[in-house]
């Protein structure tokens, strides 16, 4: 599977972007599809989840209430809508596809990983 995330871009506080990744090269809706950040100086850390079917989804607290996950598999493509942004929500943000889902994503595993786009939020 192929990933390739967009939508990234300089934001002030408060501001909000759309985040997305598009799939390509195997069943995109059979894949658990998860969004990760990791922030200059900083491990990689786990965001958000959406189960193959989009029934369950899950959030890292600290973005909770102000980033929602979507998907659309007729498009192979997985969206991340970014509100209320925060100095602190500055990272690449990569998209990654599991077999296994949120038990690997939490574990900062995934089958496949996408090459990353880059938010940056101004104070």
């Known amino acids: 599977v192929q990933l390739q995330a967009s939508g990234g871009g300089l934001v002030q506080a408060g501001g909000s972007l759309r985040l997305s990744c598009a799939a390509s090269?195997?069943?995109?809706?059979?894949?658990?599809m998860g969004w990760f950040r990791q922030a200059p100086g900083k491990d990689r850390e786990f965001v958000s989840y959406i189960s193959w079917g989009g029934g369950s989804i899950d959030y890292a607290d600290s973005v909770k209430g102000r980033f929602t996950i979507s998907r659309d598999n007729a498009k192979n493509t997985v969206y991340l809508q970014v509100n209320s942004l925060k100095p602190e929500d500055t990272a690449v943000y990569y998209c990654?596809?599991?077999?296994?889902?949120?038990?690997?994503?939490?574990?900062?595993?995934?089958?496949?990983w996408g090459q990353g786009t880059l938010v940056t939020v101004s104070s």
């Open positions: 990654a596809a599991s077999r296994y889902g949120l038990g690997a994503f939490a574990k900062l595993e995934s089958d496949y």
């Open positions: 090269g195997r069943t995109f809706s059979n894949l658990a």
